[in-house]
């Protein structure tokens, strides 16, 4: 089971979440992707090294949790990797537009590509994190085939940062609404409580 973390968030911000799945008799590990802040088609690529070493050492397709931006890597890789992987859990991922996420988040993607024509990313392009990028992790997001792993939604009304209901599947019955903030998805005991229950059903 990988754990991924959110947008400009390393994984010390999954720790609770990791040692707590440890704790429950699951095996987790790290996403290893270094800080969330680089073109989402690069950081999908280590993220994807991650999944293919967990699947190799537990013999199993794996399961994985992301958290923001972590979940939508997380979702991207299952679609285009399904061999590796057997369930998706996203916690407050707005993976049917990224775009109307916090002003703050805006403006910080924006720094990102680079202020005054200084790249601070080194695998981020001009279009990242913009709306016009047309790399295969947008794709995805955009326009996804048809799921062929389990996959779920934790969405919060008191999110703060992204829009809710951009964080939802259509079927309700994919999604399972919790009431906490967007940085406590990674803490929150409500969202613990449905990653259990979620996680059992696929055992």
Request: net charge neutral; with cysteine; proline share 5%.
């Amino acid at each position: 089971m990988v754990v991924v973390p959110g947008f400009l968030a390393s994984d010390a911000s999954m720790m609770e979440l990791y040692w707590w799945l440890a704790r429950v008799g699951y095996k987790p590990y790290f996403s290893n992707i270094g800080r969330n802040a680089d073109c989402p088609d690069h950081v999908a690529g280590l993220l994807l090294e991650t999944i293919k070493r967990a699947h190799r050492e537990t013999g199993q397709r794996v399961r994985v949790i992301g958290h923001s931006l972590g979940g939508m890597l997380a979702r991207h890789v299952a679609l285009d990797y399904p061999e590796y992987v057997t369930m998706v859990i996203s916690m407050g991922s707005p993976f049917k537009d990224a775009v109307k996420a916090h002003p703050v988040l805006i403006s910080a993607a924006a720094a990102l590509r680079g202020a005054h024509g200084r790249q601070v990313a080194k695998n981020v392009k001009p279009s990242c994190f913009s709306g016009h990028c047309t790399c295969s992790f947008v794709k995805n997001m955009l326009a996804p085939e048809d799921y062929e792993v389990a996959h779920y939604a934790i969405y919060s009304k008191s999110d703060g940062v992204v829009d809710w209901e951009n964080c939802m599947e259509d079927d309700p019955s994919l999604n399972d609404e919790v009431s906490c903030t967007h940085i406590g998805m990674a803490f929150h005991p409500a969202v613990y409580r449905v990653l259990g229950d979620r996680l059992r059903q696929s055992a």
